[in-house]
């Protein structure tokens, strides 16, 4: 016969074991998600745009007869595939999660347990990281100091950030996605040729991601209180769990 505390035992080991298998499976959702990549093209194909999961622009490819348009329409051009492709890379990305984000689903939800947080339904979807570039936007209203977490979310839709490369004769923005939105240059850009334009593109993207991120981690800053607790890496937890499911078999 098996008595409560054998019973006792064998729950809480199956508890234990659903935990390891759900922290090893975000561990390796995570290290997809981080090779999640995309591209797209425009001009008939004389341009391929590849994005990765950050948003930034990681290759730019010009093909046969790119040099039959000009910089604007190039400009217009790497925009639209970079955004295409930046899309696609979030298809993929939300499909590699939704095993994860299922077996989230089985768990007891925060407003379960804490009496004041809301249901994650009465939460309403954050807008849109804006896709316009800055200089189509009209002029921003009076910053006012936000009250609550729609509009800090309204903020971030609307954060940009600026970086360029080649001695300035390539300029980008990205949105809060790290999405482009803007490609400029500059008069002097006729000295690259098309490969030196294309790295001079992924350069400038790359620097405007990390700007952004920045930007888009203070805004936030101020609703996390400095004192919050410190949590051990994937890798503490699951070798704390191995240990624990050895001491109750």
Request: no cysteine; net charge negative.
């Amino acid at each position: 016969m098996h008595g409560p505390n054998d019973r006792l035992r064998a729950e809480a080991a199956q508890f234990v074991d659903d935990i390891h298998q759900l922290i090893t499976g975000f561990v390796e959702a995570k290290r997809r998600h981080q090779a999640v990549t995309a591209s797209a093209s425009a001009e008939r194909g004389r341009i391929l745009v590849t994005v990765d999961v950050s948003g930034a622009v990681t290759e730019v490819d010009f093909g046969d007869g790119i040099e039959q348009i000009g910089y604007q329409q190039l400009s217009r051009g790497v925009r639209y595939a970079a955004q295409q492709a930046a899309a696609a890379v979030k298809d993929k990305a939300d499909e590699v999660l939704s095993a994860q984000r299922a077996a989230l689903l089985r768990l007891p939800k925060l407003s379960d347990l804490v009496d004041w947080l809301p249901e994650e339904q009465q939460l309403a979807d954050p807008p849109p990281a804006l896709l316009t570039s800055p200089a189509e936007r009209g002029p921003a209203a009076e910053a006012n100091e936000p009250t609550g977490l729609g509009e800090l979310q309204e903020l971030r839709a609307q954060l940009f950030a600026t970086a360029s490369a080649a001695g300035r004769r390539v300029s980008v923005a990205v949105n809060a996605d790290g999405v482009l939105i803007d490609l400029r240059f500059s008069g002097a850009v006729g000295d690259l040729d098309y490969p030196e334009l294309g790295e001079a593109i992924v350069v400038a993207s790359r620097a405007a991601v990390v700007s952004v991120a920045r930007k888009v981690s203070e805004l936030y800053a101020p609703t996390i209180p400095d004192d919050r607790p410190q949590f051990a890496a994937p890798d503490v937890v699951l070798a704390g769990l191995e240990r624990l499911r050895d001491q109750l078999r």
